[in-house]
C-alpha cells in the first residue's frame, strides 16, 4: 500500500473545514491550517492566504491542495482572501509541481436560472456581490492556472451544506442544492482520487436531494463518479397512510 | 438486407429540406411533403401541416417523421405551422404507433449567451419574438408526447447552415455555431438510427466548425456519436 | 464562397413595437392585514371574465379596482365595469381593449362555447393558450403594462407519486392532454415576455376549481381550490410589480394555489410568503369525513 497523499487545506477553522476534514483524515495526511482557531480546539497551523510566502512554505512537499477559504462580503478582504488567495494557490501549485487542487465557491446558478429544470453545465451568472464576483475571478484564475500547468482542479459550489436531518421531516419540501456532510466528504476524495479531468478544470454543483429535476448532477456522476450516497429527498416524504 | 426505413419529410421544400434530402435519399425510403413546390422540379406529396389530417394520412405506414417545417415571422402563421404543426405529428406517431421524430428549430442560446464560453446544454433562453416562442413551444410539446407514448424524439437546434466552402479562406474568422450540409445529413442518419433516446426526448445544437471555444458539441458526442466529418474551421487558416 | 442561411431573427416579425410608454407606478399600501386588498385602484383587464373563475374574481375585485372584462361571451356585471367582447387571438380587439390598462389578470379560462369535435376542440384550446397570450403580451408590453397574471394549473404535477411534497422546485410534467398541456404553454409563452422586457409576470397554478359549498359530502380532493380563494390569490399577486428588477427570475414568478388540506401534497408556502395568499376555504368538512 502507498504511503497517503499529503493534502494541505486552507481553511481548516472555517464554515466547511471542521465538518469536512474528519471524513477525510482516515484516507489522507492532512496539514490543516488557517488563521483562525479550530472550533473544536483542533490544532491548526497559522497560515495567512493573502500572504504568498506563508502559501507556498505550507504547500512544500504537499500531493494536493484543499481550498475552502473565503471571506464574504468585506469589500476589501473579500478580493484579498477569495481572488488573490486563489492566485496564490494555483501559483503555489505551479512552482511546487503539485499537480491536484481542490477548489471551492458559491454556486453561480442560482437567480438567473431559478425557473430552469435540468440546469448542470451552464454559463454562470454570478452579478456583482463580493462573494460571487471575487469567488467566480477566483475561479477564472484557477482555470488559467489549470489548463497553463496541467494542474488537475476540480471546484465545488455549494448553495447549503448541512447535516442530514435525525429523522423524517413532514409538510416541507426538501432544500434546492443543498449537499450534506458525508456527500461532501464523498465528492473531495473523488476529486482527491480522479486522474484527471477534461481540459484540467471541472466545477459542479453539489447536493444531495434527488427529485426536483432542477439541478442535475449528471456531470458530476459522468467525470467524478459522484453519486448522493443517499438520496437527502427520502427524508421528506409525504405521509399517505393517515391513521 | 433489410428494407429502407420509410420516413415522411415535412419541410422538403423549405429552406432545409432541399439540402438534406439528397444526403437521406439512398438509405431511406423518403416520402416528400410541403405546401410549396421543390426548387428543383421534385416531385413532392402536398401537406399542409396545419392539418391534422394531411399529416396523420401522410405518415400512415412510416417508420420515422422528420419536421423541418417553419414559419417564421407571421403572427398567426408562425403558431399554426410551427406550434400546432408539431402537436400534429406527435399526435399522428402516437395514433399510428410511430417511434421516430427527428424535430428541428432555432437555437435559443445566442443572445442571452452571447458572451459566455463552453455553451453546451444550458436552459433555453428563446424570448418572445413569434419564431423563437412558437419553436419553444412546439419542442414542449414534442416532450410530453415523447414521454407519455415512448416515442424517440430527437431536436436539432441551428443557428447558420450552409455549403462548406469551396477552398481556403483567409482574412476572416470562421462563423459561429454554423453546419454544412454533409454534417446535417450525418447527425439526421445518426437521429433516425439510434434505439432511444434519454428521456424520449434530447435537442441538441449543431455545428461543424471547432476551435472557438465558445459552443460545445459534448452532448451530440456523447449521446448520438455525431462528430463534424471535417472540421470546417481547417478552411479558415491563416496562412503563415 | 460559403453560402449561409441565417435563421436567426429574434423580433417580432416586421411589426414595430414600443415599450417605453411610462406610467406612475401604483403604490401598495403596505401594512394593511389583508395583504389581497392592498392594492391602491387600478384599472384592470380581465380575460375569461364569463368564465366561473372570472366572475368571482369580479366579485373579489370589482369594488375597488375599475375593470374591463373581456370574453368571447358577453360578461353581465355593473355598469361602471366596461365590457370588451372577442377573442384574446384578435389582436386588434386586443389592443383597443389595452388601452389606458395598469393591470392584465389573464385567467387562461376557455370561452364557455367550445367544438364538440375533439380535434377542433383542441386545436382551438391550443391557439387559445399559446397566441392568444402571445397576443395579449404583446399588447401589454407594448401599452407599456407592468403587471400580468396568468392562470395555470396544478395539474403539470399529477404524474408524482402522493409521497413527494410538491413545490415550486418541482419540473413540471405535463400529459399532452390539451386541456393541461395548452396551460402549461400559456405559462411559457408568458415567461419569455417578462424574460425580455421589463414586465412583472406572475404565474398563477391554480388547483381544481370547486366551491366548498357545492360539494358537501364529497371525497376530498388534494388539488381542491374554492374559486372565492383563486380570486383571492389573482388579487393578491397583483401586488406584486417588478417589472423593474434587472434580473429577469425576479420580473418572473410561479406560485402553486390550492387549499390547505390537513396533509397537503401541494405546497402554497411560497404564495402565502411572497404574495400573501391564505385560502379561506379548506374543505374541512370533506376531509374529517373522509
Not at chain 1, 194 to 220: D, I, M, T
Not at chain 3, 274 to 285: K, L, R, S
Amino acid at each position: 500500500m502507498g504511503a497517503k497523499k499529503k493534502v494541505l487545506f486552507l481553511g481548516a477553522s472555517g464554515l466547511i473545514g471542521p465538518y469536512l476534514t474528519p471524513g477525510l483524515e482516515a484516507h489522507y495526511d492532512l496539514r490543516l491550517t488557517d488563521v483562525k482557531d479550530h472550533p473544536d480546539g483542533i490544532e491548526v497551523e497559522r497560515l495567512d492566504i493573502t500572504d504568498y510566502d506563508q502559501v507556498l512554505t505550507g504547500a512544500e512537499g504537499m500531493d494536493a491542495i484543499m481550498n475552502f477559504t473565503v471571506n464574504r462580503s468585506d469589500p476589501d478582504l473579500s478580493f484579498h482572501v477569495n481572488t488573490r488567495g486563489a492566485w496564490h494557490v494555483m501559483r503555489a501549485a505551479a512552482e511546487l509541481g503539485i499537480k491536484k487542487v481542490v477548489h471551492s465557491g458559491p454556486q453561480a446558478v442560482r437567480r438567473w436560472y431559478d425557473h430552469d429544470f435540468d440546469v448542470d453545465d451552464v454559463p454562470r451568472t454570478p452579478g456583482t456581490g463580493w462573494y460571487a464576483a471575487t469567488k467566480l475571478l477566483a475561479d477564472e484564475i484557477c482555470e488559467i492556472y489549470a489548463r497553463t500547468y496541467s494542474i488537475q482542479t476540480v471546484c465545488f459550489l455549494f448553495n447549503g451544506l448541512h447535516d442530514p436531518p435525525a429523522g423524517p421531516i413532514t409538510g416541507r419540501d426538501f432544500p434546492v442544492m443543498s449537499v450534506v456532510w458525508e456527500d461532501l466528504q464523498h465528492a473531495c476524495r473523488l476529486a482527491l482520487e480522479v486522474e484527471s479531468v477534461p481540459a484540467n478544470y471541472q466545477e459542479f454543483n453539489l447536493h444531495s436531494h434527488l427529485g426536483h429535476q432542477k439541478y442535475s448532477l449528471e456531470r458530476a456522476l459522468d467525470i467524478l463518479g459522484f453519486e448522493p450516497v443517499r438520496n437527502m429527498a427520502e427524508f421528506y416524504r409525504r405521509p399517505t397512510e393517515m391513521s | 438486407m433489410a428494407a429502407n426505413k420509410r420516413v415522411l419529410f415535412l419541410g422538403a421544400a423549405g429552406l432545409i429540406g432541399p439540402h438534406l434530402i439528397p444526403g437521406l435519399a439512398d438509405d431511406y425510403d423518403l416520402r416528400l411533403a410541403d405546401v410549396k413546390s421543390h426548387p428543383d422540379g421534385i416531385d413532392v406529396d402536398h401537406v399542409d401541416v396545419t392539418d391534422y389530417e394531411q399529416v396523420r394520412d401522410a405518415a400512415r405506414g412510416m417508420d420515422a417523421i422528420m419536421n423541418f417545417t417553419v414559419v417564421r415571422n407571421d403572427a398567426d402563421q408562425s403558431f399554426h405551422v410551427s406550434t400546432r404543426g408539431a402537436w400534429h405529428v406527435m399526435r399522428a406517431a402516437a395514433e399510428l404507433g410511430i417511434r421516430k421524430i427527428v424535430h428541428s428549430g432555432p437555437e435559443s442560446v445566442r443572445g442571452h449567451y452571447d458572451h459566455s464560453f463552453d455553451i453546451n446544454d444550458p436552459p433555453l433562453q428563446p424570448g418572445p419574438g413569434y419564431y423563437m416562442t412558437t419553436k419553444m413551444l412546439s419542442r414542449e410539446i414534442c416532450k410530453a408526447w415523447s414521454r407519455a407514448h415512448d416515442i424517440q424524439t430527437i431536436c436539432f437546434l441551428f443557428n447558420g447552415l450552409g455549403a462548406p466552402p469551396e477552398g481556403p479562406v483567409s482574412g476572416s474568422d470562421f462563423p459561429p455555431f454554423t453546419i454544412v450540409w454533409p454534417d446535417l445529413h450525418q447527425a439526421c442518419r445518426l437521429a433516425l438510427e439510434i434505439e432511444s433516446i434519454q428521456d424520449n426526448y434530447q435537442e441538441f445544437n449543431l455545428h461543424s466548425h471547432l476551435g472557438q471555444g465558445k459552443f460545445s458539441i459534448d452532448k451530440a458526442r456523447r449521446m448520438l456519436g455525431y462528430e463534424p466529418l471535417r472540421n470546417m474551421a481547417d478552411m479558415y487558416r491563416r496562412p503563415i | 464562397m460559403i453560402v449561409t442561411i441565417n435563421l436567426r431573427s429574434r423580433r417580432f416579425g416586421a411589426e414595430a413595437h414600443s415599450i417605453d410608454i411610462v406610467r406612475p407606478e401604483m403604490n401598495c399600501a403596505a401594512g394593511n392585514d389583508d395583504h389581497a386588498k392592498r392594492t391602491a385602484f387600478m384599472r384592470i383587464l380581465l380575460t375569461g371574465a364569463a368564465s366561473p373563475l372570472g366572475r368571482a374574481i369580479i366579485d373579489e375585485l370589482g369594488e375597488n379596482h375599475q375593470l374591463r372584462l373581456f370574453d368571447n361571451d358577453p360578461v353581465e356585471a355593473d355598469p361602471r365595469h366596461e365590457v370588451v367582447t372577442g377573442s384574446v387571438t384578435d389582436a386588434d380587439r386586443v389592443w383597443s381593449a389595452m388601452r389606458d390598462i395598469e393591470a392584465v389578470l389573464h385567467t387562461g379560462e376557455p370561452p364557455s362555447q367550445l367544438p364538440d369535435d375533439e380535434l377542433a376542440r383542441d386545436q382551438m384550446l391550443l391557439d387559445l393558450a399559446t397566441r392568444g397570450t402571445h397576443v395579449l403580451c404583446k399588447a401589454a408590453v407594448e401599452a407599456g403594462v407592468k403587471r400580468v397574471v396568468y392562470g395555470s394549473t396544478l395539474d403539470l404535477f399529477e404524474p408524482y407519486p402522493d409521497d413527494v411534497y410538491i413545490s415550486e422546485m418541482w419540473k413540471p410534467q405535463p400529459a399532452p392532454h390539451m386541456v393541461t398541456m395548452s396551460r402549461y404553454l400559456g405559462e411559457l409563452t408568458c415567461r419569455e415576455f417578462a424574460r425580455d422586457f421589463h414586465i412583472s409576470m406572475t404565474a398563477l397554478r391554480l388547483g381544481r376549481l370547486v366551491r366548498e359549498d357545492e360539494v358537501a359530502g364529497q371525497d376530498a380532493d388534494l388539488l381542491w381550490l374554492d374559486p372565492r380563494d383563486a380570486a383571492r390569490a389573482f388579487a393578491c399577486a397583483l401586488s406584486r410589480d417588478t417589472s423593474q428588477s434587472p434580473v429577469w427570475s425576479s420580473r418572473w414568478a410561479l406560485y402553486h394555489v390550492c387549499a390547505l388540506p390537513p396533509n397537503p401534497k401541494y405546497l402554497i408556502a411560497a404564495a402565502t410568503g411572497a404574495i400573501g395568499f391564505e385560502p379561506q376555504h379548506n374543505f374541512a368538512a370533506n376531509w374529517k369525513a373522509d
